[in-house]
């Protein structure tokens, strides 16, 4: 069966510091990788997605970057964190099927506090 | 204009009632349609998806899906206050991607 990671849990980081969230993917090769944000009380943010390796799609400006170094690992990256950044930080995989995008699966989250 | 609309609720619903939800979609091309369940301080869980019209059933979820109408709908048959949550409506392929489109929820609530 397929399980996917997310680390760390928490996460408190001042305003100005760099950002590094991991999200792996486990008993699946070459999923649909993503990205999302959460703040409090409000919808999911769709922030990056990823086909492939070296293959990312962004759907937010601004100081968040992604990666993808490896089939199964995604990352999340800033270098200069923004209060507007704090929020539920939410990674998901899923499977492309022939017809079209195929169930997709959350890891269980990064809660993000920046102060 | 949002692509993806619920209403935000509270749905109040007794316990052992039917609950209903709707979701109303604008990108005529989409190809897939999943509802959610995501608890307070948890991370989205996957509980129906449908890909063609008509209806699928899961224990006690059955998700509707018109197409022509652009909308989809999830009910659960005798609610249970477990079932208390924020449900979240998703449409992908829109635009022949790999994206993944999220109303904003509709809380639920099934009272004991």
């Known amino acids: 069966s397929q399980t996917i990671h997310q680390w760390p849990a928490t996460l408190v980081q001042p305003v100005g510091s760099p950002l590094s969230l991991e999200c792996t993917v486990e008993?699946?090769?070459?999923?649909?990788l993503y990205w999302y944000r959460q703040a409090a009380g409000r919808g999911l943010q769709l922030l990056f997605y990823?086909?492939?390796?070296?293959?990312i799609s962004s759907e937010v400006p601004q100081n968040l970057s992604a990666s993808r170094p490896q089939d199964r690992q995604f990352i999340l990256s800033s270098k200069k964190l923004l209060l507007s950044d704090s929020g539920f930080y939410l990674c998901?995989?899923?499977?492309?099927?022939?017809?079209?995008?195929?169930?997709?699966?959350f890891g269980p989250g990064t809660r993000l506090t920046v102060t | 204009q949002k692509e993806v609309e619920q209403n935000s609720g509270p749905l109040s619903v007794p316990e052992g009632a039917i609950a209903s939800l709707n979701c109303t979609y604008s990108?005529?091309?989409?190809?897939?349609f999943f509802w959610y369940r995501q608890y307070s301080g948890k991370s989205p869980e996957l509980i129906m998806f449908?890909?063609?019209?008509g209806d699928k059933e899961d224990g006690r979820f059955t998700a509707q899906l018109n197409k022509a109408s652009q909308y989809v709908s999830l009910l659960i048959r005798d609610s249970q206050p477990s079932d208390s949550a924020t449900y979240l409506c998703?449409?992908?392929?829109?635009?022949?991607?790999?994206?993944?489109?999220f109303g904003t929820g509709t809380r639920l609530k099934v009272l004991a």
């Open positions: 998901a995989w899923s499977r492309g099927l022939a017809g079209g995008p195929g169930e997709q699966y």
């Open positions: 008993g699946t090769s070459n999923p649909n």
């Open positions: 990823s086909v492939g390796i070296g293959q």
């Open positions: 990108d005529r091309g989409s190809q897939s």
């Open positions: 449908i890909y063609s019209n």
């Open positions: 998703a449409v992908a392929g829109t635009s022949g991607t790999y994206k993944y489109i």
